[in-house]
């Protein structure tokens, strides 16, 4: 097993091959590839067949799991944008500074009163908690592909997994120094400092140069889009040696302060590099998981015990629903995004990695203190070999609390995150815009500016990267493939609309949308006002451009003010329908409800019940459950309303 290269290249061939099929059936079955690696790793490691164990890639490990993480961690900062942060700027930043801190000492608590035991010292307790604050791109990303939440709780999620990756790796390095007797200590703010400050200037130095050679060198047309991808891919690997080099641990700050800076700056080949990266970084982390996983011994969970249950328990059920609800406070996530965050914070990579190579390196530190043990006797050798048992015991306990968290939550969290999701209500109804010319933009503009999560399918590259410029959700393809649709989201989508410039485009779109998704709302655009029988004999709700130019310009003459609000819909004031849920408010005559509403916020229309049709309802309407109202008035105020009349 262990050594023979002659056994080692199958096993990291079988082991690649089992990371893909892992990847293929997650995704056929829609769940994290996580839940698929760890398995395979136990089936093939030393819990299992023992086919992979922790002399199979020798000393190699620690440098091919090194060189994996700065792939993946800069792979999943690339994608971070400054414009998704602003979703919940609030909450992303309480996350990543007062929710890591409760992570941190949280679990510090945990493990000391959990385990019973002298060789849990604080020191031991605080690194344990410095691993498990990281969450990870890793595990993250995974669940957020296969559950569509909404961009505020995503980036929350993906900055808070990036971050405290950085963070998390790098706390842990500083407080295994008073761990490890074999370390020395030049300061714990001093030691953090310099990792961090490492990792920062040599990230932004690289991003730099990235930035320059992808602008600049004359790369030859018909390879340039390859070289492009290289070229990063080295990138982010000799910005991670580089600062690992200079400090222990400061590569994971570095790959990821050059992932988010080169993502967040406009250059060449952005398609052709994120495609590139995604893949790669497929392949990486299923065989560093999967490696990982084969490494822990079914001995290793076991000794930790009940004691490793209740940490499990603490940080899954305690800690993490606190720390989210305090850092959620005030903004504008819903009570079932907040317990849906909490519920997602399994933990990836970093701590199983690093959490390897810090027992292997406690391990080792006792086993020289064995053999200096040997060479001598008496009071000496006695202390010499207690301490080197304390050690190995301190390697059991880090290693098997961290994998049994990972394993916890990975499996857990992962497994259940859709069925959960699901649950809570707060994967959103899509609006998907077949079309991303003049007329798509404009209308994504309004729909995200009411809060509508909204989907642009073009097939126009030059279109695509306008519309991803100007900060839209845009899926390449051709909007008549049912395949582009599903991908883009349409088995949750509320609505769909055809607005391209070929009517036999919209026509065949609003057809898919009916008879494959099953989509209550289809609104196409029909570009030749001949058109629109066709498509209302399909029940599809038709928007002519010839007979929408002639309302508008009826509106100015006729009715020039309400024309001119209408226009400013978004900006000064707003019309929006809801849903009528709010207990509160069921049951109750619209002159009661109407001083409940926010100021400048008026109920216009009414339908719903016994009323199919909309109407202006009297003081004595009383509204019922599921009733559609329609609220007018200030743009604010009328959000406000949506929010009593919908949520409560």
Avoid at 22 to 48: H, T
Avoid at 183 to 200: D, E, I, K, M, Y
């Amino acid at each position: 097993m262990a050594g023979s290269s002659t056994l080692l290249i199958p096993l990291v061939a079988g082991i690649i091959g089992l990371g893909v099929l892992a990847q293929v059936l997650a995704a056929r079955l829609q769940v994290p590839s996580i839940i698929f690696y760890l398995l395979v790793g136990v089936v093939i490691g030393q819990p299992g067949l023992g086919l992979v164990g922790s002399e199979t890639f020798g000393g190699a490990l620690s440098a091919i799991v090194g060189l994996a993480v700065a792939i993946i961690v800069f792979e999943g900062a690339y994608h971070l944008r400054f414009e998704r942060i602003r979703e919940a700027p609030t909450a992303t930043f309480r996350l990543v500074t007062l929710g890591a801190a409760i992570a941190l000492v949280g679990t510090a608590v945990a493990v000391k009163f959990a385990f019973a035991d002298e060789a849990v010292s604080w020191n031991l307790a605080f690194l344990v908690g410095a691993l498990l604050v990281a969450t990870g791109p890793t595990v993250i990303t995974p669940i957020l592909n296969v559950v569509p939440v909404r961009d505020r709780v995503a980036t929350a999620l993906e900055t808070e997994g990036i971050v405290n990756d950085v963070t998390a790796a790098i706390i842990a390095v500083v407080v295994f120094e008073t761990v490890n007797p074999g370390a020395s200590s030049n300061g714990l703010l001093q030691a953090f400092a310099l990792r961090l400050g490492t990792g920062l200037l040599v990230g932004l130095v690289v991003a730099g140069l990235l930035y320059y050679l992808l602008q600049y060198i004359d790369l030859s047309p018909g390879d340039a889009p390859r070289n492009s991808r290289l070229l990063v891919l080295a990138g982010a690997l000799v910005a991670y040696a580089a600062a690992n080099t200079i400090a222990t641990e400061a590569g994971v700050a570095a790959v990821a302060t050059a992932g988010i800076a080169l993502g967040n700056v406009d250059h060449p080949y952005e398609e052709d590099i994120e495609a590139f990266k995604g893949d790669i970084t497929l392949l990486v982390l299923s065989f560093v998981f999967i490696a990982l996983a084969a490494q822990l011994s079914l001995g290793a969970l076991i000794d930790v015990g009940l004691a490793g249950i209740v940490v499990v328990l603490a940080v899954a059920l305690v800690i993490r629903p606190l720390l989210v609800f305090i850092s959620t406070v005030g903004d504008r996530f819903t009570r079932a995004e907040k317990l849906f965050v909490s519920f997602v914070g399994p933990r990836g990579i970093i701590p199983a990695s690093v959490a390897t190579l810090f027992a292997v390196e406690l391990n080792s530190v006792a086993e020289e203190l064995r053999t200096e043990a040997a060479e001598v006797s008496g009071q000496e050798a006695t202390e010499l070999l207690a301490q080197a048992d304390l050690l190995t015991t301190q390697a059991e306990i880090l290693l098997g609390t961290v994998f049994l968290v990972i394993f916890a939550t990975a499996l857990l969290e992962g497994g259940s995150a859709r069925y959960i999701a699901e649950k809570l209500d707060v994967i959103p109804m899509r609006v998907i815009i077949v079309g991303g010319g003049q007329v798509g933009r404009a209308l994504a503009k309004r729909l995200e500016d009411r809060g509508e999560n909204v989907v642009i399918i073009e097939e126009d590259e030059q279109i695509v990267e306008r519309g991803r410029n100007e900060g839209y959700t845009v899926e390449i393809g051709d909007g008549t493939d049912t395949d582009v649709l599903r991908s883009a989201g349409a088995d949750n989508a509320k609505t769909v609309v055809a607005a391209t410039g070929d009517d036999d485009a919209n026509l065949l779109v609003s057809q898919l949308a009916s008879s494959k998704f099953d989509i209550d709302h289809v609104i196409a655009r029909a570009n030749n006002p001949d058109n629109v029988e066709a498509f209302e004999d399909l029940g599809v709700r038709t928007i002519s451009s010839a007979m929408a130019t002639a309302w508008a310009i009826d509106n100015q003459i006729e009715r020039p003010a309400i024309a001119h609000w209408m226009t400013d819909v978004g900006r000064t004031g707003d019309v929006q329908e809801v849903e009528v849920r709010n207990p509160e408010l069921v049951g109750k005559a619209v002159r009661d409800v109407g001083p409940m509403l926010p100021e400048a916020c008026l109920i216009a229309l009414v339908s719903g019940g016994e009323h199919t049709e909309s109407q202006v309802p009297t003081a004595d309407y009383v509204l019922r459950e599921g009733d559609m109202v329609t609220l007018l008035g200030r743009r604010e105020s009328v959000r406000d309303g949506m929010k009593l009349v919908g949520d409560g």
